[in-house]
């Protein structure tokens, strides 16, 4: 059947603006999303979540944003014509400062050689860079039994340095099925960390032996 736009509108507005998303951007977490420069602009005076209060972040909430690609393509193929006005009032505002219009990116073309096609294994295992961080998480007590949780089927996680206590936790949370009235207490050496912390924060200020 067919489907009225107005059905689907509540779900690709912009709170802060009221308009379609563009560059939507959503808050890790929570999951919330804006346009990017509304979310940005927010955050310039608050560190919560316009829509739900939560803290995003106590001190850089602009660590735990995210552009939504598949969103915003959903968005610009629902509304018609969106994308080409915004690219024209792109265009206009740089040309109106005397600025040079940034150009889209272009997918870089795959050199193709002569002869058998040889297989391209280098990108498959490469470790994006944002994947700054590896910890090795480990249960205390869980050797003498302690309660009946779920183990962790693997204890090392290589995580971005920008992912906070709070992240971890709820990976911990999620992997071990634990209920959720279960406190959860993330320690590091003699150090009880902080939601709001960042794991590159915690190595900054540890050192290195923070990644245990």
Request: net charge positive.
């Amino acid at each position: 059947r067919m489907i009225n736009l107005a059905e689907l509108t509540p779900y690709i507005l912009c709170s802060i603006c009221k308009g379609y998303f563009i560059d939507a951007t959503t808050i890790t977490e929570c999951l919330h999303t804006f346009c990017k420069s509304c979310i940005v602009r927010h955050f310039y005076y608050s560190n919560r979540c316009p829509k739900c209060n939560i803290v995003v972040h106590q001190t850089q909430p602009l660590y735990n944003i995210r552009l939504d690609r598949q969103l915003q393509d959903i968005v610009y193929k629902l509304v018609v014509n969106l994308e080409e006005r915004e690219k024209k009032q792109m265009h206009d505002f740089y040309k109106e400062r005397g600025l040079e219009v940034p150009k889209p990116a272009v997918p870089q073309p795959v050199p193709v050689s002569r002869g058998r096609p040889r297989k391209v294994l280098g990108s498959v295992f490469r470790i994006p860079p944002e994947l700054d961080i590896s910890i090795l998480l480990e249960f205390i007590g869980a050797n003498e039994g302690t309660g009946s949780f779920k183990p962790l089927e693997k204890k090392f996680v290589r995580v971005s340095g920008e992912a906070t206590i709070g992240h971890v936790e709820k990976f911990l949370r999620r992997k071990m099925d634990l209920d959720p009235t279960c406190q959860v207490d993330i320690i590091c050496g003699d150090h009880l960390l902080e939601h709001y912390q960042t794991l590159r924060e915690i190595r900054q200020a540890i050192g290195e032996s923070a990644v245990q």
